[in-house]
């Protein structure tokens, strides 16, 4: 018996194997560049996903998609084979003896003709290795492979899904949130170092709002509603809660802030052990000394409380509730500041004005006369003209003879931070006690400490100064 | 049953026999390597030769050698317009029995020869030329309703002048379908036409040696019919085949047929293109056929098959340049090629 049938059928099997092997692999190839081009082209679509981190994972679906269609479609068919075969015998110049040997073997053929071929076919791919004669030819797709996964990792990596995005932020659009999130923070720490309770909580609304929208990433049109929604919210938080006037919003914005100083100073003078001697009247001592408070005493004159003659807990009573309107009238003031930078973030282009106005009016500290009057109206926002600037500091008051000088020191580069008064000293002794302008120091000095303006290395420095000071004060 | 040696055997007496018919007819004939090889290959398929050449090629004296090398009996018929079917195929004669009776008797036509030359075969009138129909496609002739069977091996090569079209009567398509190859003789080259001269204004070379015989022939014939087909070479035919029917779409190629051809080959084109195809291989040496064999087989077996259309005529375009694009644009497998 010829052994030519069995090592045909050895050949052949070789040779299918290859050629099987090799046509998966070029399936594998092409899907997974036809995965990658998909989702490059998809990369304006990303945004739909509900997570960001399933971008990464788009491939997967499109190649699990398509891998049917292409190995049932290209799947090994005996055309498949008898092409393979065509091939071997143009390879082997054997003039289509292997295919005819091979359809023969299918048929069984016994004829002594068809014999004759096998055994032809049979000697010519004896030695034949299918691997090496028929080795792998590459693509387009084999050489686009790594540059496709290449250039679509970078391009996740580098969010560049973001930017094709049309219902993505844009990064001016981003800035919005980020200036939001930025003016909420100030707007905390401002309201927390001056106890604006209203403010230090719209403050943390807005942070949470702004906060949300970056991470979201809003659209900008929603974002703008939103932005107009916050506003309204923070102006019916800031309209007057009764009828009646309070003497507070004539005043300043500075103004307001030296009496809550000049209150504070006050309530602590009224506690202190030989202020409180008489359980009913005020000593002429404290009274004299709340007079060296001037914006304290200016309201004592007008309110006509000045001359008569208060028991410690109703003077005590009455600085309670000046205090209580000082600290709402602030509180309201910086929410309209914060519901007029809302609404000129709102505007498109004007955000930066609104925000630099915000600051002036926030952050500033350059009193205006009349800055209470001016709250509501359009004074605050930008002007088509250049405006004039006022003279920043006020012409130092003529103060009596010994009283206490009250300054606000300037701490580190910048804008002084409170209203410098300069008294004229009169000869004689002073009428205030040295403890009490070095509590008054201390507690100014904590406050500026408790700002970021001051370093954190001289914190500490500053507060041994103090400290220093009272220490040497109790040695005498 | 022959065993595989017997079959590589008889492949390689084949081989032998064809290579000496060449090298034998190559003694008096200069040139026309391919002619005589396809001459041969009808010859040995049963099949019959259309010869298409200039008078003076060498066309008689390449069949009557034909005839002494294969030792088979040759005859030539000059065809003319007056020429009568009887003149071809024979008669009855009233003749004298050997009782002095009168009876009729056969008397066989130049038909009766194993290769019969009908040179200039377009000069006859079609009645004439039907008359070789019967005797090409049945190798018999019916003569007073008596049937008269031709001897095997039969083959007819009848000539036309390309030319000359004057007074001629074109071969009806039905008669040059039976023809089983067209061939062309070419013009000689300088090289050719100077050997030409040197051999017959010299003596004349010694007898034909006779290299084969007729049962030898038929036995070759047989064998061709054995030798193995594959699936995908018939397919590779018979779509080169499909490819010259304008009403058939075989892809590229039916742009071809349809701007250029009337009618394409008939199936007994694609059945001489098979059969020549395993001659071919068996005179290589080869026990199968390859695609190498078919479209070698290609012109000769369906040249005179194609009818063209006018703008064939127009544009110029033969039916070799047709058949030549064709087959470059027919791929050798297809999907569905099995």
Not at chain 2, 248 to 254: D, E, P, R
Request: hydrophobic share 40%.
């Amino acid at each position: 018996m010829s052994e030519a049938p069995e090592i045909l059928r050895q050949k052949f099997l070789q040779l299918f194997g290859w050629e099987k092997r090799k046509r998966r692999q070029e399936i594998l190839t092409t899907l997974v560049c036809y995965s990658l081009l998909s989702a490059l082209l998809l990369l304006p679509v990303y945004f739909l996903l509900p997570e960001s981190f399933l971008r990464w994972f788009i491939p997967l679906p499109i190649f699990f998609t398509l891998a049917p269609f292409l190995f049932v479609g290209r799947r090994w068919r005996r055309g498949d084979s008898a092409r393979a075969l065509v091939h071997l015998d143009k390879a082997l110049h054997s003039d289509e003896r292997a295919i005819t040997a091979w359809e023969l073997m299918e048929t069984k053929a016994t004829r002594p003709a068809a014999l004759l071929v096998l055994n032809q076919a049979a000697e010519r791919l004896k030695t034949v290795d299918p691997k090496a004669l028929f080795s792998r030819s590459r693509r387009w797709q084999d050489y686009a492979l790594i540059p496709l996964l290449l250039v679509w990792g970078g391009l996740l990596w580098f969010d560049v899904d973001s930017w094709l995005s049309p219902d993505i932020q844009t990064p001016a659009q981003q800035g919005l949130a980020q200036k939001l999130r930025e003016f909420s923070r100030e707007l905390q720490e401002k309201a927390g170092s001056e106890g604006l309770r209203q403010s230090l909580q719209v403050g943390r609304e807005l942070e949470k709002a702004a906060q949300k929208s970056i991470e979201s990433k809003i659209a900008d049109e929603q974002f703008k509603s939103e932005l107009s929604g916050m506003s309204s919210k923070v102006e019916a938080l800031g309209k007057p809660v009764g009828n009646e006037p309070s003497f507070a919003t004539a005043e300043s914005r500075q103004s307001l802030k030296d009496l809550k100083a000049e209150l504070e100073a006050a309530q602590e003078l009224l506690n202190l052990p030989d202020g409180a001697k008489g359980a009913r009247d005020v000593g002429q001592p404290s009274l004299d000394r709340l007079a060296t408070l001037p914006q304290l005493k200016r309201q004592l004159d007008q309110q006509g409380q000045a001359n008569r003659s208060l028991s410690q807990s109703e003077l005590k009573s009455v600085l309670d509730a000046m205090d209580k309107q000082v600290t709402g009238e602030l509180d309201r003031r910086t929410l309209l500041d914060a519901q007029q930078f809302l609404e000129q973030l709102a505007k498109q282009g004007q955000a930066e004005k609104a925000e630099t106005n915000a600051r002036i009016a926030g952050r500033g500290e350059q009193d205006f006369p009349g800055d209470g009057e001016k709250a509501k109206s359009n004074s605050n926002r930008p002007g088509s003209e250049p405006g004039t600037k006022e003279e920043a500091f006020q012409p130092a008051p003529q103060l009596p003879a010994g009283a206490a000088t009250h300054l606000k020191g300037m701490i580190g580069e910048g804008n002084s931070s409170g209203v410098a008064l300069k008294a004229k000293p009169s000869a004689g002794k002073t009428e205030v006690s040295q403890e009490e302008v070095i509590a008054t120091y201390r507690r100014q000095a904590e406050q500026e400490l408790n700002t970021e303006r001051v370093p954190e290395a001289l914190k500490e420095t500053i507060r041994r100064y103090f400290l220093s000071l009272e220490t040497k004060q109790e040695q005498k | 049953m022959e065993s595989v040696a017997e079959i590589e055997q008889r492949m390689q007496s084949a081989r032998r026999s064809f290579d000496e018919v060449k090298a034998e007819i190559a003694r008096v004939i200069v040139g026309h390597e391919d002619l005589i090889e396809d001459i041969f290959i009808a010859l040995v398929c049963g099949g019959h030769c259309l010869l298409e050449g200039v008078p003076g090629l060498g066309k008689t004296l390449l069949v009557r050698s034909l005839g002494e090398i294969l030792s088979l009996s040759f005859s030539r018929i000059q065809f003319t317009p007056d020429l009568m079917p009887a003149d071809i195929t024979g008669t009855n004669m009233l003749t004298d029995d050997p009782s002095g009776r009168k009876v009729f008797e056969f008397q066989r036509g130049p038909i009766f020869a194993h290769i019969v030359l009908a040179d200039e075969i377009n000069r006859a009138t079609p009645k004439t030329q039907s008359a070789l129909l019967e005797a090409m496609q049945e190798q018999n002739v019916t003569v007073g309703g008596k049937l008269h069977r031709l001897e095997h091996p039969f083959m007819v090569l009848a000539t036309q002048n390309p030319i000359e079209m004057e007074g001629t009567y074109p071969l009806p398509e039905a008669q040059v379908d039976r023809f089983f190859f067209k061939l062309v003789l070419e013009f000689p080259t300088h090289a050719e036409l100077s050997r030409i001269a040197e051999l017959t204004t010299a003596s004349p070379p010694g007898a034909l040696r006779e290299i084969i015989d007729g049962p030898a022939i038929l036995q070759m014939r047989q064998w061709i019919r054995d030798v193995p087909l594959a699936e995908v070479v018939k397919d590779y035919a018979v779509r080169i085949v499909l490819s010259t029917h304008p009403q058939k779409q075989q892809g590229n190629s039916a742009a071809m047929a349809q701007k250029f051809v009337l009618y394409g080959s008939s199936p007994r084109g694609l059945q001489s293109l098979i059969l020549a195809a395993k001659a071919r291989a068996l005179f290589a040496g080869r026990p199968n056929v390859a695609f190498d064999d078919i479209r070698a087989m290609l012109l000769p077996s369906l040249r005179h098959r194609l009818i063209l259309n006018l703008e064939a005529d127009a544009e110029g375009m033969g039916a070799e340049r047709i058949l030549q694009e064709i087959v470059a644009q027919v791929p050798e497998i297809t999907a569905n090629s099995l």
